[in-house]
């Protein structure tokens, strides 16, 4: 497993996200592919078995399929990939306190295409707990921490997320923030962002309180990637998803506890 070194985090605590290269192996990046390309093509809103169609900012964002770990092995390898597990443990974890463990509160796939793009949300400023960036007394203590694993290289003219580095930090607000995300404008343009490219393989971790979104894909084709996002054991799935007993049942001790980290308490029936 791949332990955060010194330069992670201080780079994590400075910007915000890091870059973890080549983080899933070629025959993964390929099984998410062709499991991608297996599922039907739902309408928005539609479900296949546990996973859902719903597209975020509809028309803008692309295709979203929610709850995607249900929608195969190969998704289910990502649970605990070993790139990244000591980087949310650590990051995201509780470490050293009596709730220490992980939970992945959203994941889902994202088909986008030309014209796609994601407006600007979160940041420091006024930002919502869930998704805050702490360190306090030499431990990180994060809200929510996002791995957006790329399953197609992702460089100019692709789409790429743009980030707003040290934003997660900030105590001020964008001065135009605000016209980005409210007109719903791509903050392609917006002062101070960096598009982070990616190649297929590698993945973004971020603090979700960092202020961030993606550019406009220009390029035809489509941008795939699978975005996992972490956070304290205690949390609650965002949308209400539940993952099936099916899937508890299948995957490893270690992968349950990271979906289901508190088993539910009831009395013993009769
Ligand atoms: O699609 C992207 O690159 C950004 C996704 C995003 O903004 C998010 O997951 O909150």
Redesign the pocket.
Known sequence: MATPTELDDYLFDLRGYLVLEQALEPDLVDDLNTALDALPRLQPQAWFGNVQRVDNNPGD?GLELQNIVEGGSAFERLIDHPSWLGHVRRYCGEQDSYVEGLFIDECFA?I?QHGGF?PV??GGYRGAVRGQYRYDNGLFRCGQV?I?MALTDIGVGD????VVPGSHKSNLQHPCFEDYATWRTPMDTMPGVVEVHLRKGDALLFC?GLS???STRTNPGERR?V?Y?YGPSWATTRYGYTYSEELLTRVTPQRKAILRPIPPRQPPTA
Not at 159 to 162: D, N
């Open positions: 964002a994202t986008r994601f949300h979160s996002n957006l789409g790429g997320t743009l979700d961030h979104g993606a990637a975005i996002r």
